[in-house]
């Protein structure tokens, strides 16, 4: 079945910092790809997604583009805040799966000033 | 329109009682997705309704979990003869045919 292996965390940078998380995917099809981001104490919000291979979803700064080739979403931002302290979480959906969200485990990011 | 909004935010129980959860998703949005989060992981779809109809059930949803939409706005997940196993953050998210899934901020279960 379809899944999502993200990079383990947590993840601790400076402010300042250039972030990677990785997401790889296994999926038939063409799923659609997310990141959803999970302030401290907040619901899980959509921070970007891409639908087809080769677009790149951005947002907030963040940014990750579809690699079909490598089943890969990685998501980066080139300058982390101490504001972007959250759980990161790679997700697909898939037409053949009721078009439900297929979530990775999460990657816990914290920013230090 | 203040969001999908769940209730209670945080449950505790004895084993063995049953627990009712409610979603009330945005008001236009017709598909309705439950899912449960245990830590460190991410969320495990359960179950999706479509209005009223629940057209697609994970196998995590065993016997003892059901859920309804009886009138295609609000949902409710009930899990009867509670285990500490189902201890966990549920999620209720909806969406509409041209928007992503917004999600709740979940009912946290305790099962004593």
């Known amino acids: 079945g379809d899944s999502v292996t993200q990079m383990e965390g947590p993840v601790t940078l400076s402010e300042e910092a250039f972030l990677t998380i990785n997401c790889t995917y296994t999926?038939?099809?063409?799923?659609?790809l997310f990141w959803y981001v999970q302030y401290p104490g907040e619901g899980l919000q959509l921070l970007l997604k891409a639908t087809k291979a080769d677009d790149k979803g951005s947002n907030k700064g963040f940014e990750a583009t579809y690699r079909k080739e490598t089943t890969s979403f990685h998501l980066e931002k080139g300058s982390v805040q101490v504001s972007d302290s959250a759980v990161y979480f790679c997700a697909l959906r898939n037409s053949n799966s009721g078009y439900a969200l297929n979530f990775g485990k999460g990657t816990s990011l914290l920013v230090t000033p | 329109d203040t969001g999908v909004s769940q209730n209670p935010r945080h449950k505790i129980t004895k084993r063995g009682q049953n627990v009712t959860f409610r979603c009330d998703p945005i008001s236009e949005h017709n598909r309705l997705y439950w899912y449960r989060q245990t830590l460190g992981q991410g969320p495990e779809f359960l179950t999706y309704?479509?209005?009223?109809?629940?057209?697609?059930k994970s196998r995590l949803l065993s016997d003892r979990f059901s859920a309804e939409r009886p009138k295609g706005s609000f949902s409710t997940l009930e899990i009867q003869r509670t285990e500490q196993g189902d201890s966990a953050m549920y999620l209720c998210?909806?969406?509409?045919?041209?928007?992503?899934?917004?999600f709740g901020q979940g009912t946290r279960l305790t099962v004593v």
């Open positions: 309704f479509q209005n009223e109809a629940q057209l697609e």
């Open positions: 999926a038939t099809g063409y799923p659609s």
């Open positions: 998210a909806s969406r509409a045919a041209s928007t992503e899934a917004f």
